[in-house]
Nanobody, 120 residues
Framework: QVQLVESGGGLVQAGESLRLSCAAS????????MGWYRQAPGKQRELVAD????????YYANSVKGRFTVSRDNAKNTMYLQMNSLKPEDTAVYYC?????????????WGQGTQVTVSS
């Protein structure tokens, strides 16, 4: 089992920055990929960025490339999302996810989410 707790959300103005954190606990040694997702009202949850356990392979959604940076501190069991130049369309609940391989499949664990609101 893996437990995830997000923090760092809030209300900011367009152009400002926020840093989200996702603290993992439990069977953290088994975590492979961790990712940040977001869900805006009335929209499907979408992948924003993810990172492997080694931190060497990242993915970013086109809408956040050049503005968001995902990183991972394995010593602190924490993943971060640095969000710069925020836009109103970045407003959403942000969730972190951890994937744990299990044979041919993987088990996914989710945090409770943290609200990010960007005003224009």
């Amino acid at each position: 089992q893996v437990q995830l707790v997000e923090s760092g959300g809030g209300l900011v103005q367009a152009g400002e920055s926020l840093r989200l954190s996702c603290a993992a606990s439990g069977s953290i040694f088994s975590i492979n990929v961790m990712g940040w997702y977001r869900q805006a009202p009335g929209k499907q949850r979408e992948l924003v960025a993810d990172i492997t356990s080694s931190g060497t392979l990242n993915y970013y959604a086109n809408s956040v490339k050049g503005r968001f940076t995902v990183s991972r501190d394995n010593a602190k069991n924490t993943m971060y999302l640095q969000m710069n130049s925020l836009k109103p369309e970045d407003t959403a609940v942000y969730y972190c996810k951890a994937s744990v391989p299990s044979g041919l499949f993987s088990s996914d664990y989710w945090g409770q989410g943290t609200q990010v609101t960007v005003s224009s």
